[in-house]
């Protein structure tokens, strides 16, 4: 059974950072790309940043780029996204993803592509 968790949401200030894991189980994780979506109240689900089997290539959305860093250890079966400068827009749920495919495709940032979901952790960014 493939479960993927998310941790490290809360409330943070404006300009704060946070850092949101993704724990993975069930799957050879270093076979996986994967990816971080978000969903703001009253929003679709977005793309915010993806990364290849290996960490070899990371993607970003253009509004996160610079900020946000993904990163991943496949020794631990976890992803990561560190966020800095931190905006009251960033405010969402945050989901990662599990992709099929560990090389990097446009479909990365499509979430009909994605096999596995996390159920996602609260990220509020008060102004």
């Known amino acids: 059974q493939v479960q993927l968790v998310e941790s490290g949401g809360g409330l943070v200030q404006a300009g704060g950072s946070l850092r949101l894991s993704c724990a993975a189980s069930?799957?050879?994780?270093?076979?996986?790309?994967m990816a971080w979506f978000r969903q703001a109240p009253g929003k679709e689900r977005e793309f915010v940043a993806s990364i290849t089997w290996n960490g070899g290539r990371t993607d970003y959305a253009d509004s996160v780029k610079g900020r946000f860093t993904i990163s991943r250890d496949n020794s631990k079966n976890t992803v990561y996204l560190q966020m800095n400068s931190l905006k009251p827009e960033d405010t969402a749920v945050y989901y990662c993803?599990?992709?099929?495919?560990?090389?990097?495709?446009?479909?990365?940032?499509?979430?009909?592509?994605?096999?596995?979901w996390g159920k996602g952790t609260l990220v509020t960014v008060s102004s």
């Open positions: 069930g799957l050879s994780f270093n076979i996986y790309s």
């Open positions: 993803a599990a992709h099929r495919n560990p090389y990097y495709s446009i479909s990365l940032s499509n979430l009909n592509n994605m096999a596995y």
